[in-house]
């Protein structure tokens, strides 16, 4: 599954792509059986739909106003997740997840790739937490965002000021500061969330639409 999901997150497989078994076993290397049941757990966390006389296709990214809601339920989960990983969070892992920023920059040209990777970064960071439930529910939140997001490509300038956020949500950890950390937090998916609504703005809903 965790191929698929992949490339339905990078974008290289589209809303409304067909999803053929038959040709995707050639192209993933992957058992027929394991694509259908991999197919079928993508359908239950809102990636992949069945449609009727069609089959498995990529689902369509959610409306903008269900990605502002989306935006706000994060803003509590990933609140509340971040400030318990503050208190739980070894230095090891710490350590790692600050490397991990560092290797996010090497990313700031494509987007579609840094933005996969900061996925990864973010549930790390998360999975300090404990709590496994809370980190499911924010990891199939995460990427209903990241589906919408791969059809507006980001600036190097906006990304540069995303990896400036994470060493500031590092720092507040490394001082174990339970408040700053989730302000921080905050402050970049507000950040990251004003960004999407502009590049959403200057592109148009034509592209969502299919208009040119």
């Known amino acids: 599954?965790?191929?698929?999901?992949?490339?339905?997150?990078k974008g290289e497989y589209r809303p409304g792509m067909r999803l053929i078994p038959a040709k995707m076993e050639q192209h993933l290397n992957l058992g027929r059986i394991a694509i259908r049941?991999?197919?079928?757990?993508?359908?239950?966390s809102g990636l992949v739909l069945t449609i009727p006389n069609k089959g498995a296709v990529v689902a369509n990214p959610a409306s903008l106003e269900q990605i502002k809601e989306v935006f706000e339920i994060r803003?509590?989960?990933e609140g509340k997740a971040v400030c318990l990983a503050t208190t739980k969070i070894s230095a090891q892992k710490l350590s790692e997840l600050e490397e991990m920023n560092r290797d996010l920059s090497?990313?700031?040209h494509d987007s579609g790739k840094y933005f996969f990777y900061n996925?990864?970064?973010?549930?790390?960071?998360?999975s300090a937490s404990g709590w496994k439930f809370l980190c499911q529910i924010i990891e199939q939140l995460f990427d209903q965002v990241l589906v919408f997001r791969s059809f507006y490509p980001f600036k190097?300038?906006?990304i540069?000021?995303?990896?400036?956020?994470?060493?500031n949500i590092l720092k507040s950890i490394r001082a174990k500061d339970v408040d700053a950390a989730r302000r921080a937090l905050i402050n970049h998916l507000r950040a990251g969330f004003t960004h999407l609504i502009k590049q959403y703005t200057t592109m148009g809903e034509a592209k969502l639409?299919?208009?040119s």
Do not use: N, P
Request: aromatic share 12%; with cysteine.
């Open 1 to 9: 599954m965790a191929t698929i999901k992949e490339a339905i997150l």
């Open 37 to 44: 049941e991999a197919l079928r757990a993508l359908e239950g």
């Open 75 to 77: 803003f509590e989960l």
């Open 106 to 108: 090497s990313y700031c």
């Open 119 to 126: 996925r990864i970064f973010h549930l790390e960071l998360y």
């Open 156 to 158: 190097q300038a906006d």
């Open 160 to 167: 540069d000021s995303y990896l400036e956020d994470h060493k």
């Open 209 to 211: 639409s299919g208009g």
